[in-house]
């Protein structure tokens, strides 16, 4: 029983890192779900306040991907167009690969920018900024994740 544990485990882990970079995929929420199911195992790897604190790590790095590429567009001039075509564009740019993983967000929240009639200077500036705010809380959640699974390689 104890290897079901561990792959289902594994696998969330595995997913919730792929989440990172998809938006469509709640990432650090999946791989505290497999860490956690690691608990099933006897004798239980982790204890309860390990978990009570990789839930509240969880909870706060989610958070913080929701707010980070919000700020960051606004405090580069930005509005919600630049944010949505952010994420439109790693949609998008998730389809041609590990480039355009990079470019997308940033050709997106442009292209978000000059919808909400902004001029090409102050749409690139705003692109800018919500291109770091989404690079920055990608990078959050990753580390969270990569975190998360060393410690369910432990627990073996």
Request: glycine fraction near 12%; include cysteine; hydrophobic fraction near 55%.
């Amino acid at each position: 029983m104890d290897v079901l544990w561990f792959s289902i485990g594994g696998l969330l882990i595995l997913i919730g890192i792929a989440g990172c970079f998809l938006p469509v995929l709640p990432g650090p929420p999946l791989a505290f779900v497999g860490l956690w199911i690691q608990q099933l195992k006897e004798p239980n790897p982790f204890t309860a306040k390990f978990l009570w604190l990789w839930l509240g790590i969880t909870v706060v790095v989610t958070a913080l991907d929701y707010w980070a590429p919000v700020y960051a567009t606004k405090k580069f001039g930005g509005s919600k167009a630049g944010v949505w075509g952010c994420m439109l564009g790693l949609i998008a740019g998730f389809w041609m690969g590990p480039l355009g993983i990079l470019i997308g967000p940033l050709a997106g929240a442009f292209i978000g920018e000059l919808m909400n009639n902004q001029d090409s200077s102050k749409a690139l500036r705003a692109a800018f900024g919500s291109f770091i705010g989404f690079a920055a809380s990608t990078l959050l959640k990753l580390i969270t994740c990569v975190i998360m699974l060393w410690y369910w390689i432990l627990s073996w």
